[in-house]
Nanobody, 126 residues
């Protein structure tokens, strides 16, 4: 079965950087989409970034474009989210997600992901 384990969260000052990791296991992820979502207290879970495993296409929310980069380990099963110039509004629990790239849902849609990690907390102080 698919397992996703996030790590790398923490407390950082505004303007700082963090790199989140998502260790994926349980199957080959060829043909899958891998995504990062985040959720703050009282808010809905929102899309942050996605990567198509086979083609390498990447997608970003407007709020993080130019600051965050999603990538995957060459030859491995780890997906990264490099976050630069972090701001207090980036404070949230960040979740790694995986889903079969069936073409039914766009990469930004939460419905397109059927597997989720447990989340890692990112806190940005002003």
């Amino acid at each position: 079965q698919v397992q996703l384990v996030e790590s790398g969260g923490g407390l950082v000052q505004a303007g700082g950087s963090l790199r989140l990791s998502c260790a994926a296991s349980g199957r080959s992820f060829s043909g899958y989409r891998m995504g990062w979502f985040r959720q703050s207290p009282g808010k809905e879970r929102e899309f942050v970034a996605a990567l198509m495993w086979s083609r390498g296409n990447t997608y970003y929310a407007d709020s993080v474009k130019g600051r965050f980069t999603i990538s995957r380990e060459s030859g491995g099963n780890t997906v990264y989210l490099q976050m630069n110039n972090l701001q207090p509004e980036d404070t949230a629990t960040y979740y790694c997600a995986a889903g079969w790239n069936s073409g039914v849902y766009v990469a930004t849609a939460i419905e397109g992901y059927g597997h989720w990690g447990q989340g890692t907390q990112v806190t940005v102080s002003s």
